[in-house]
């Protein structure tokens, strides 16, 4: 587990040419199929050499959720250990990590009706008024959810308008996790931030010399695709739908996107840090891929 640009792949691969392990990607942007460079998916000859499950497994048009992770997770992991090898899962989405460890709640389906009435409302009073709406009916939600988290304030208001009930109480009640599973949680956390942000920067100016553009370009052709829809929100990619609307040049759309993403690497370490049971390493320091190996193997001795 990691932040953003913190080589958690490079160090997968490595680990998968030692181990007997196959590889489950835990990344809420690299489920969708046609979103490569921006996401910093692996190529074709890394998947070659060290295949990741749960990469391109649905259209950018669709919505992708904890839920469904965990579900496919769960059956990946029962797969890989049915044959004989070890599961290593490996991302920087926290909130499936989480979900995956601890069990998630069941919460009602999406209702595309009242997700377009909070966007209409959202568009007169602005997102913070929502999240001050969302103070009063579930203030520990809101506590723990950014007045400029429009995708989180939306959630929490929908599940609320819905069903009458407080997104923390159907919280709550969690499923249990996948039963039989001992997890070796190994996080990776930079001592230097600056260094971080330094990597986060040349690595999006890497993705605009590699046509990140281009990529956003041909997503915003396909019909059923808009700048609010699950998988463009990501970061990078809504910046750069935003230049191509004309609300700004490129280089301003990159100093935002680099911006955002330091901003995501922040709350990535957050969760990471309030993580029970988590065995850190410095990605950034010589020899990371030797400190986790003997990591995993004493856990394979226990």
């Keep these: 587990m990691g932040p953003t640009a913190t080589g958690k792949t490079d160090l997968a691969v490595w680990l998968a040419e030692r181990f007997p392990v196959e590889i489950i990607s835990v990344d809420s942007a690299l489920v969708y199929r046609g979103m490569d460079i921006g996401t910093a998916k692996p190529d074709a000859a890394t998947l070659a050499k060290a295949p990741h499950r749960l990469i391109d497994i649905c259209e950018p048009e669709e919505t992708y959720s904890a839920g469904a992770f965990v579900r496919d997770a769960a059956e990946n992991i029962d797969a890989i ?4 090898r070890i599961p290593l899962l490996v991302g920087g989405t926290m909130m499936y990590f989480r979900s995956l460890t601890r069990g998630i709640a069941e919460l009602p389906e999406a209702d595309p009706a009242l997700r377009a009435e909070i966007d209409r409302e959202a568009a007169q ?26 995708q989180r304030i939306q959630r929490a208001l929908e599940v609320y308008r819905g069903s009458g009930r407080s997104l923390t109480a159907w919280q709550t009640d969690r499923s249990s996790a996948p039963a039989g599973c001992e997890y070796l949680k190994i996080g990776l956390i930079p001592a230097d931030r600056a260094a971080l942000h330094a990597r986060i920067n040349t690595r999006f100016e890497r993705m605009l010399e590699s046509g990140f553009v281009d990529e956003v370009r041909r997503l915003r052709a396909r019909s059923g695709l808009h700048a609010g829809s699950p998988s463009m929100r990501a970061v ?16 301003e759309a990159a100093r935002r996107a680099q911006a955002a993403t330091r901003q995501l690497a922040k709350r990535q370490l957050t969760w990471l840090r309030s993580e029970q049971g988590v065995r850190t390493v410095d990605p950034l320091e010589a020899g990371v891929g030797n400190a986790i190996s003997l990591q995993i193997e004493r856990k394979l001795n226990e």
């Design 81 to 84: 250990r049915r044959s004989g």
């Design 125 to 150: 009073l602005g997102w913070p008024a929502l999240h001050a709406e969302l103070t009063r009916v579930d203030p520990a939600a809101a506590a723990r959810i950014e007045p400029g988290d429009r």
């Design 236 to 251: 990078g990619y809504r910046q750069v739908w935003s230049y191509l609307d004309g609300n700004c040049e490129l280089h």
